[in-house]
């Protein structure tokens, strides 16, 4: 089976700007998680989406959005760019929602904003 | 709310010697623990989860409710043991969320 793609790779944007991420799922897995990494805060849940619907989301202000398409693929979106949103950001899918399944994370998304 | 402290951030032993990975976790209810490893330029992966109870590359890992604990434990360190590795809880049933600990560099030296 292929695994999780994440695409584009690299992103240099500038403050102000929004950015849109994309990734696909394994094959057969329906849940998508995002997560942020960065040197100061380590890796962070953003959300969490299963069959089109956000189903959990952690503490990052309005900017971040995301959706998910009827073939399991997610996008996220950052409006308004910040300095400290540059970071390297990680997706990663499951078979199930609401379970501790375990997660099979893309390569991310290394996002510098200037 | 969800915490996972692992209190080295770095990690440095001798080929053949024994190794251990401290992680801490705080969560009122039933958790799920996982080891999730990072090695040289490649994503992050699964190495452990304690509902498989698994030893995986000779790495075993208990859970110690009393401790509130999920330390990585392997017996004789390897060079392809270098590595970063990060702990992770999330809720066992309902309101899915994975939080990661900052995260524990570990050199193998021959």
């Known amino acids: 089976k292929a695994g999780v793609t994440q695409t584009p790779r690299y992103l240099i944007k500038t403050r102000g700007q929004q950015v849109t991420l994309s990734c696909s799922p394994i094959?057969?897995?329906?849940?998508v998680s995002w997560y942020q990494q960065t040197p100061g805060q380590g890796l962070q849940f953003l959300f969490e989406?299963?069959?089109?619907?956000?189903?959990n989301k952690g503490n990052f202000p309005g900017r971040f959005s995301g959706r998910q398409f009827s073939n399991s693929r997610s996008e996220m979106n950052v409006s308004t760019l910040e300095l400290g949103d540059s970071a390297l950001y990680l997706c990663?899918?499951?078979?199930?929602?609401?379970?501790?399944?375990?997660?099979?994370f893309g390569p991310g998304t290394r996002l510098t904003v200037l | 709310a969800q915490r996972v402290t692992q209190p080295e951030k770095l990690l440095s032993v001798f080929k053949g010697a024994p190794v251990e990975l401290k992680c801490n976790y705080s969560?009122?209810?039933?958790?799920?623990l996982f080891w999730y490893v990072q090695y040289s330029r490649q994503r992050l992966q699964l190495l452990l989860r304690?509902?498989s109870r698994e030893s995986i590359k000779g790495f075993t890992a208990d859970l110690n409710k009393g401790e509130t604990s999920f330390h990585l434990k392997k017996p004789f360190a390897q060079e392809e043991d270098s590595a970063m590795y990060y702990c992770?809880?999330?809720?066992?049933?309902?309101?899915?969320?994975?939080?990661f600990g900052a995260g524990t560099t570990v050199t193998v030296r021959a």
């Open positions: 990663a899918s499951s078979l199930r929602s609401g379970v501790a399944d375990t997660q099979y």
């Open positions: 094959s057969g897995h329906r849940s």
């Open positions: 989406y299963f069959s089109e619907t956000q189903r």
């Open positions: 969560y009122s209810g039933s958790p799920e």
């Open positions: 304690h509902i």
């Open positions: 992770a809880l999330s809720p066992l049933y309902n309101d899915y969320k994975l939080s």
